[in-house]
């Protein structure tokens, strides 16, 4: 049975580059509900990340 967790990290590392990416080049500072947003969902894909890599590891 093929596992769920590599497709699961990779989504999640790809999130994570793209919302600091976005943050990094941005041309002007974003409101504060929407840099709150932003940096909540930083945390919850790098989150996602590391519990995703963290499960994988235990698989093997």
Known sequence: MSSKWPR???MNGITSA???YE???ADR???R???I????L??????????SLAM???EK
Do not use: H
Request: glycine share 12%; charged share 0%; net charge neutral.
């Open 8 to 10: 699961l990290t990779l």
């Open 18 to 20: 793209w919302l600091l």
């Open 23 to 25: 943050m990094a080049t």
């Open 29 to 31: 500072s974003p409101g």
């Open 33 to 35: 509900a929407l840099a």
């Open 37 to 40: 947003l932003q940096y909540g």
């Open 42 to 51: 930083l945390a919850c894909a790098l989150i996602g990340l590391v519990g």
């Open 56 to 58: 994988l590891a235990s």
